[in-house]
């Protein structure tokens, strides 16, 4: 990375942190605060937010993290601890191993400002023998819920409950791509209320329609919604498969996410 790119990182990692961390992750759902963190209540796993640690010694971060587990395994769920890669103390992954957190798959945070983004992918939104358009009812939640099963070759039916969710806040366009009626990709865009960032969710395609553009195409759809609608950045948590399509397409690292899992 250029030196030029490396500090727009950092800038863009400092209106990520200043913006999308704390509250932000928690709208329009049950929270409660403890010190620095906010307990966010999702209906069958608990969540924590937080913006930053600094002031806390060793013992308080210790303690903070034993509470958080231990409130939520009072009721009988999980509780994640979304990590950041920049974020203190230094050793806060280990302190979450010892309060008996377990990692799951680390995610790189990359952040684009949507313009930019329409810009560099002029001409690209749609793809020969595909639609592409806005869904807004249960019946196409549920076939995106069964196209990500047969991606996923595993039981992704949650999916259309949450998707209802995140459709009646209208904070939410979620997107499919159909092949004479099929769905064969879905994606979905996250209006942050209160800030000037989009969230960018979903891209999963069946095999046989990967490679085709689809994936850029629904970025490109999703990225013209956003600066529509006067949302300024795009972000996603990328998984290892998608990061590297989205770097070329202007998007930078910032930092990475690990989600640090409790199961009681």
Do not use: C
Request: charged share 25%; aromatic share 10%; hydrophobic share 40%.
């Amino acid at each position: 990375m250029t030196d030029a790119k490396s500090e727009q990182a950092r800038q863009l990692l400092a209106v990520y942190d200043d913006q999308l961390r704390g509250t932000s992750e928690s709208a329009d759902v049950p929270t409660s605060m403890d010190g620095p963190v906010i307990r966010v209540e999702y209906p069958n796993r608990g969540f924590v937010s937080y913006r930053s640690l600094e002031g806390l010694d060793g013992a308080e971060v210790d303690a903070l993290i034993a509470r958080q587990r231990d409130y939520f395994a009072a009721m009988g769920q999980s509780v994640e601890w979304k990590l950041r890669g920049h974020d203190l103390p230094a050793d806060l992954q280990e302190r979450l191993r010892a309060a008996g957190f377990e990692p799951e798959e680390q995610e790189t945070v990359l952040v684009a400002e949507s313009a930019d983004i329409v810009e560099r992918l002029r001409g690209r939104t749609s793809v020969d023998g595909i639609t592409i358009g806005l869904v807004n009812d249960r019946a196409d939640f549920e076939r995106i819920a069964a196209m990500e099963s047969t991606v996923w070759n595993d039981d992704w039916s949650w999916l259309t409950d949450d998707l209802v969710r995140r459709h009646a806040t209208g904070l939410t366009d979620i997107y499919v791509a159909e092949a004479d009626g099929e769905v064969v990709s879905a994606a979905w865009a996250v209006y942050k209320k209160g800030t000037e960032f989009t969230g960018l969710w979903g891209g999963s395609t069946l095999a046989e329609w990967r490679g085709k553009g689809i994936y850029k195409a629904l970025v490109a759809v999703r990225a013209a919604r956003a600066v529509e609608l006067g949302y300024k950045y795009l972000h996603v948590d990328a998984s290892d498969d998608s990061s590297p399509i989205l770097q070329r397409l202007g998007f930078l690292a910032v930092t990475t996410t690990t989600p640090y899992v409790y199961t009681p």
